[in-house]
Structures are given as structure tokens and as C-alpha cells.
């Protein structure tokens, strides 16, 4: 059975930073596939936020995370990360991760971020 388990959302101050995890498991192998984290605001629809390819074909952005977030993959642990620096109160929202494999979609419960002062 597939699995996405999310974690280390929190309360935070602008500014500040936090590392989101995306524990996967029932098959998939984060490294060999396409692993995404988008993000939904209350009252706002789910947005892409980043990407990282199979192997090392790299990264992709939505803009307004560029140079802030970095997303990125430990093979051991069988783990997705999104590091985010420079935290902004726009960036509240609930984080989740996704992968497409064998013809379906999944998606974990999220992870709860908020930005205030």
C-alpha cells in the first residue's frame, strides 16, 4: 500500500526557516520517480510549489519559492524534503507531497505551515 506520511510543519516568524519530510513507502522509490510538493492556502486552490525528477534531471520552481525553497530526495531514508528559508506570511498554507506511479495519483494527509508574526 502507498504511503506519503508528511512532517515538520509549525508555527514560525517571518523570516525564519523549516524542512518539510515526505516519508514514502509501499513501493515507491523516491529516487526513481517524479516527486512533487504543492501547497493550499484556506480559501485558495492547491498550487504547484516544486519538483524533482528521477536520477539527477534535475529541479523546477514555481516562482514565487525560487532561490527560497529547495526541494530534494535522501534514497536511504526513502524521503522528499523541501527546505524553506526566508519564510513570508504568504507562505501559509498546507503542504503536501505527491507522485504519480503506476497510473495513479498519491498524495499524503499534509503538514501544516504558518508564517506570522
Known amino acids: 500500500q502507498v504511503q506519503l506520511v508528511e512532517s515538520g510543519g509549525g508555527l514560525v516568524q517571518p523570516g525564519d526557516s523549516l524542512r518539510l519530510s515526505c516519508a514514502a513507502s509501499g513501493g515507491i522509490i523516491v529516487t526513481n520517480l517524479h516527486m512533487s510538493w504543492f501547497r493550499q492556502a484556506p480559501g485558495k486552490e492547491r498550487e504547484f510549489v516544486a519538483v524533482?525528477?528521477?536520477?539527477?534531471?534535475?529541479?523546477s520552481y514555481a516562482d514565487s519559492v525560487k532561490e527560497r525553497f529547495t526541494i530534494s530526495r535522501n534514497h536511504g531514508k526513502n524521503t522528499l524534503y523541501l527546505q524553506m528559508n526566508s519564510l513570508k506570511p504568504e507562505d501559509t498554507a498546507t503542504y503536501y507531497c505527491?507522485?504519480?506511479?503506476?497510473?495513479?495519483?498519491?498524495w499524503g494527509q499534509g503538514t501544516q505551515v504558518t508564517v506570522s508574526s
Open positions: 505527491k507522485v504519480f506511479y503506476r497510473g495513479n495519483e498519491y
Open positions: 524533482i525528477r528521477p536520477g539527477g534531471s534535475g529541479t
